[in-house]
Protein backbone atom coordinates (compact mmCIF):
# COMPACT_ATOMS: atom_id res chain seq x y z
CA UNK A 1 0.00 0.00 0.00
CA UNK A 2 1.02 3.75 -0.84
CA UNK A 3 0.95 6.54 1.44
CA UNK A 4 2.59 9.33 2.42
CA UNK A 5 1.62 11.19 6.02
CA UNK A 6 3.12 14.05 7.32
CA UNK A 7 3.52 15.50 10.90
CA UNK A 8 5.07 17.85 13.84
CA UNK A 9 2.44 20.56 12.79
CA UNK A 10 1.45 23.25 15.36
CA UNK A 11 1.28 26.74 17.12
CA UNK A 12 4.30 28.53 17.87
CA UNK A 13 4.60 32.68 17.46
CA UNK A 14 6.68 34.31 15.22
CA UNK A 15 10.51 34.30 15.13
CA UNK A 16 9.95 30.38 16.58
CA UNK A 17 11.26 26.84 14.88
CA UNK A 18 9.06 23.52 13.59
CA UNK A 19 10.02 20.80 12.11
CA UNK A 20 7.92 18.82 9.90
CA UNK A 21 8.24 15.19 9.15
CA UNK A 22 7.36 13.15 5.80
CA UNK A 23 7.35 9.59 5.99
CA UNK A 24 5.66 6.89 3.12
CA UNK A 25 4.91 3.56 2.61
CA UNK A 26 5.52 1.41 -0.53
CA UNK A 27 8.10 3.40 -1.63
CA UNK A 28 11.47 5.33 -0.34
CA UNK A 29 11.83 8.77 0.04
CA UNK A 30 15.30 8.36 -1.80
CA UNK A 31 13.70 6.89 -4.61
CA UNK A 32 11.79 9.75 -6.04
CA UNK A 33 11.44 13.78 -5.89
CA UNK A 34 9.82 14.29 -2.63
CA UNK A 35 8.02 18.03 -1.76
CA UNK A 36 6.00 20.51 0.55
CA UNK A 37 2.60 22.37 -0.45
CA UNK A 38 1.17 24.70 1.38
CA UNK A 39 -2.25 26.18 1.69
CA UNK A 40 -3.81 29.00 3.47
CA UNK A 41 -7.49 30.05 3.66
CA UNK A 42 -7.62 32.45 0.73
CA UNK A 43 -4.62 31.67 -1.11
CA UNK A 44 -3.25 29.44 -3.25
CA UNK A 45 -1.70 25.97 -3.20
CA UNK A 46 2.25 27.22 -3.36
CA UNK A 47 5.19 24.89 -3.75
CA UNK A 48 7.12 25.48 -0.69
CA UNK A 49 10.28 23.28 -1.31
CA UNK A 50 11.68 20.09 -2.73
CA UNK A 51 13.88 17.55 -2.81
CA UNK A 52 15.49 15.56 -5.37
CA UNK A 53 17.21 12.07 -5.36
CA UNK A 54 20.78 13.66 -6.46
CA UNK A 55 19.96 15.98 -2.89
CA UNK A 56 19.61 19.13 -5.39
CA UNK A 57 16.82 21.13 -3.67
CA UNK A 58 14.81 23.84 -4.42
CA UNK A 59 12.56 27.08 -2.05
CA UNK A 60 10.04 29.33 -2.83
CA UNK A 61 11.29 32.75 -2.87
CA UNK A 62 9.58 33.77 0.83
CA UNK A 63 11.48 30.75 2.78
CA UNK A 64 15.11 31.10 1.04
CA UNK A 65 17.02 31.20 4.15
CA UNK A 66 14.59 29.95 6.76
CA UNK A 67 13.83 26.68 5.88
CA UNK A 68 15.87 23.81 5.34
CA UNK A 69 14.52 20.60 3.59
CA UNK A 70 16.17 17.09 4.03
CA UNK A 71 16.13 13.05 4.29
CA UNK A 72 16.63 10.45 6.74
CA UNK A 73 17.28 7.49 4.02
CA UNK A 74 17.39 5.47 7.47
CA UNK A 75 14.26 6.51 8.55
CA UNK A 76 12.16 6.95 5.12
CA UNK A 77 11.81 10.40 6.23
CA UNK A 78 11.50 14.08 4.98
CA UNK A 79 12.06 16.91 6.83
CA UNK A 80 11.03 20.40 6.79
CA UNK A 81 12.82 22.51 9.01
CA UNK A 82 11.31 26.10 9.59
CA UNK A 83 12.94 28.65 11.37
CA UNK A 84 12.15 32.28 12.07
CA UNK A 85 8.67 31.35 10.98
CA UNK A 86 6.23 34.95 10.44
CA UNK A 87 2.67 34.64 10.57
CA UNK A 88 1.98 34.50 6.54
CA UNK A 89 3.81 30.89 6.99
CA UNK A 90 0.49 29.80 8.20
CA UNK A 91 -0.94 27.01 6.04
CA UNK A 92 -1.78 23.32 6.37
CA UNK A 93 1.53 21.85 4.94
CA UNK A 94 1.03 18.65 2.71
CA UNK A 95 3.71 16.34 1.79
CA UNK A 96 3.79 14.69 -1.94
CA UNK A 97 6.31 12.21 -3.86
CA UNK A 98 6.94 13.87 -7.19
CA UNK A 99 5.63 17.38 -6.83
CA UNK A 100 6.50 19.18 -9.63
CA UNK A 101 5.00 16.36 -11.95
CA UNK A 102 2.69 17.50 -14.16
CA UNK A 103 -0.31 15.47 -12.27
CA UNK A 104 -0.15 17.59 -9.36
CA UNK A 105 1.36 21.10 -11.36
CA UNK A 106 -1.79 20.42 -12.52
CA UNK A 107 -4.31 19.72 -9.57
CA UNK A 108 -2.69 21.84 -7.38
CA UNK A 109 -4.11 25.13 -9.44
CA UNK A 110 -7.25 24.04 -7.93
CA UNK A 111 -6.10 23.56 -4.32
CA UNK A 112 -3.94 21.93 -1.71
CA UNK A 113 -6.34 19.07 -1.53
CA UNK A 114 -5.36 16.62 -3.76
CA UNK A 115 -6.33 13.56 -2.08
CA UNK A 116 -3.94 11.00 -3.85
CA UNK A 117 -2.01 7.94 -2.41
CA UNK A 118 1.50 9.98 -2.78
CA UNK A 119 -0.06 13.04 -1.25
CA UNK A 120 -0.40 13.65 2.19
CA UNK A 121 -3.20 14.80 4.36
CA UNK A 122 -1.91 17.62 5.63
CA UNK A 123 -0.39 19.18 8.85
CA UNK A 124 -1.54 22.31 10.17
CA UNK A 125 0.70 25.17 10.80
CA UNK A 126 -0.09 28.14 12.34
CA UNK A 127 2.31 31.38 13.76
CA UNK A 128 1.07 34.14 16.05
CA UNK A 129 2.20 37.58 15.93
Known amino acids: EISVMESGGGSVQAGESLRLSCTTTGFRVDETEMGWYRQAPGNECELVST???????YYTDSVKGRFIISEDKAKNTVYLQMNSLKPEDSAVYYCAAEPRSAKYTAATMAGCNIGDDTWGQGTQVTVSP
Open 51 to 57: IDIDGST
